[in-house]
């Protein structure tokens, strides 16, 4: 509930056109993962979600607890749409660019090409899962949000039926 509250006053300040005051600290981007994928994992007995991480430190000057926060929104998403259950896979490597990256894949009902273009805008819903799961359309504005204040970048691809993949990039 905590978490909610804390995303729907991030959204209020983004929608006033405010920037979120961040308290950048030097992190652990694989303890992040980690503690989001434990409190993910407790959510769900129909998943099981792994991690592999490709390389050494993941340390940087970032918000922990909204990293923390975007990372526990994609592992939700993935379990919630992928209804009947499989893997979760969390995949934290360095890009050739310097940064670090965070890959959250599933394998549930994926996201029409139609609605990929407007994914992460506030209140957008795919098609394929209006009206059957629920949820509000405010979790990946402000995942992106996050991501995009603290110099990162985050992406999806997707083919509907086969699942997705959102990958988030974080400077190091």
């Given at each position: 509930m905590?978490?909610?509250?804390?995303?729907?006053?991030?959204?209020a300040m983004i929608r006033a056109g405010r920037p979120l005051r961040l308290d950048l600290q030097q992190a652990d981007l694989v303890e992040i993962v980690q503690r989001?994928?434990?409190?993910?994992q407790t959510s769900t007995e129909l998943h099981t979600l792994r991690l592999s991480v490709d390389g050494a430190a993941f340390t940087g000057e970032w918000d922990?607890?909204?990293?923390e926060?975007?990372?526990?929104?994609l592992l939700s998403n993935a379990i919630k749409y992928s209804p009947?259950?499989?893997?979760v896979e969390v995949t934290l490597r360095h890009e050739p660019d310097g940064s670090a990256s965070i890959s959250v894949a599933d394998a549930g009902i994926g996201i029409p090409a139609r609605d990929?273009?407007?994914?992460?805008?506030?209140?957008?819903?795919a098609a394929n899962s209006a009206g059957r799961i629920k949820g509000t359309g405010l979790g990946l504005t402000s995942a992106l949000r996050i991501i995009e204040q603290q110099g990162g970048t985050i992406e999806v691809t997707s083919v509907?039926?086969?699942?997705?993949?959102f990958t988030v990039r974080l400077p190091l």
């Open positions: 905590s978490a909610q509250i804390e995303e729907l006053l991030d959204v989001a994928i434990s409190l993910a922990g607890p909204r990293i926060r975007v990372v526990t929104n009947d259950g499989g893997p990929l273009p407007h994914i992460f805008e506030r209140f957008h819903r509907e039926g086969q699942g997705s993949v």
